[in-house]
């Protein structure tokens, strides 16, 4: 949230999350984290990302342990997801539109399955 970055590209963002950018242009550490593999805006996130679901990311991330990366930190809810990035510097996530608040800004939009829209009730 306080940054200045005022957006991001797909491809920026996939190599954070990748943790294959580490830096952000200001200097601080990029913190990406992101929600349960099982939350279904985490698997739409990925098929949008990375072109695949979280359950096959597995095995990229088993590589990246072993050299030393370690993955997203994980959130159990989309409350902690905006916690973490309202007090974590470097800190990116992804929620829905209507679950945006003040304590968030938004860089990059990206559509997903309106078939989501049901988490905004929740």
Excluded at 4 to 12: D, R, V
Excluded at 47 to 57: A, L, Y
Excluded at 94 to 107: F, G, S
Aim: hydrophobic share 40%; proline share 7%; charged share 20%.
């Amino acid at each position: 949230k306080n940054s200045t970055l005022e957006k991001l590209s797909i491809k920026q963002l996939e190599n954070i999350y990748r943790r294959k950018t580490f830096i952000d242009p200001e200097g601080t550490r990029w913190n990406p984290i992101n929600l349960t593999a099982d939350h279904p805006l985490r698997i739409a996130f990925a098929r949008k990302i990375f072109q695949q679901p979280p359950d096959v990311m597995e095995a990229y991330w088993n590589v990246q342990y072993f050299q030393g990366i370690m993955p997203p930190y994980v959130v159990n809810s989309v409350e902690a997801m905006l916690r973490f990035v309202e007090n974590t510097p470097g800190a990116i996530g992804y929620l829905l539109p209507c679950q945006a608040d003040n304590r968030v800004r938004i860089i990059l939009k990206l559509t997903v399955s309106d078939s989501l829209s049901n988490l905004c009730n929740k």
